[in-house]
């Protein structure tokens, strides 16, 4: 009996060593460099950590939303990597900045040129992105990533609400409220209107105190002449007074 529970306690506490030795498996992400509005512009980068102890990441594809297309998309430049941006005809065009858009990136690929993401490391895949949709309060990328032993992994699994994430999940950018930037940018004619109003404010402030100066200074010549009046009369009063004696 006694023997029968010291063996359960220990394929317990077995399995609870398998369990915590095993290795926490990262997939492909994606976050913006500091916050990714509706409707603006955002720099945001895909993490791809490596997952195998004898290959390297050669290769990474991120396919685009076809539901919210993006005309905006700017990688920047990687050292031992290569990078190609695919665009293909939109069903319906987009408009920006008053021009009509009627093609988006739907794919970008990056491509070793040396040993690529090699095990124990992650890297950065930047992208310049917008305008962000407004009607949606994320986007979907569904990433491809290539090891230099040919194996191919598809992180391409849609997470679905209140369910547990998939074994493969697809990288998610979370989209913020929109901002209204609008009000804080000013054009040359405001601000040649505020100038004017500055100066014109500032004029009405120095008649307004030349004017307060000529008065006091017109109650002060007043009082003076009455005081001069007054003594010029005391002093005739005084002669006056002197010759009767």
């Known amino acids: 009996m006694k023997i029968s529970r010291v063996a359960a306690v220990t394929a317990v506490a077995?399995?609870?060593?398998?369990?915590?030795?095993?290795?926490?498996?990262?997939?492909?992400s994606v976050q913006p460099e500091g916050t990714a509005a509706k409707g603006g512009y955002a720099v945001i980068d895909f993490k791809v950590p490596n997952e195998r102890d004898d290959a390297s990441t050669t290769k990474l594809e991120v396919n685009f939303p076809a539901d919210h297309p993006l005309a905006s998309v700017m990688p920047q430049p990687m050292a031992g990597w290569k990078v190609e941006v695919t665009k293909s005809k939109l069903a319906k065009p987009l408009e920006m900045h008053g021009e009509k858009i009627d093609e988006a990136v739907t794919k970008v690929t990056w491509t070793a040129e040396d040993k690529g993401i090699e095990p124990g490391y992650f890297q950065k895949f930047p992208l310049s992105v917008g305008a962000l949709p407004e009607d949606t309060d994320e986007l979907v990328f569904k990433a491809i990533q290539t090891y230099s032993n040919k194996e191919v992994v598809r992180w391409i699994e849609v997470q679905q609400e209140g369910q547990e994430e998939p074994e493969n999940p697809a990288p998610a950018l979370a989209l913020?409220?929109?901002?209204?930037?609008?009000?804080?940018t000013t054009t040359a004619e405001d601000t040649a209107a505020k100038t004017e109003t500055t100066a014109s404010d500032d004029s009405d402030s120095s008649s307004g105190g030349?004017?307060?100066?000529?008065?006091?200074?017109?109650?002060?010549?007043?009082?003076?002449?009455?005081?001069?009046?007054?003594y010029g009369v005391l002093a005739g009063r005084r002669r006056s007074t002197g010759s009767e004696a």
């Open 14 to 28: 077995g399995t609870a060593v398998l369990v915590v030795s095993s290795p926490a498996f990262a997939h492909v």
């Open 210 to 230: 030349s004017d307060t100066t000529a008065r006091v200074l017109g109650v002060v010549g007043i009082v003076v002449g009455a005081a001069g009046v007054a």
């Open 176 to 184: 913020s409220a929109a901002t209204d930037d609008h009000h804080a």
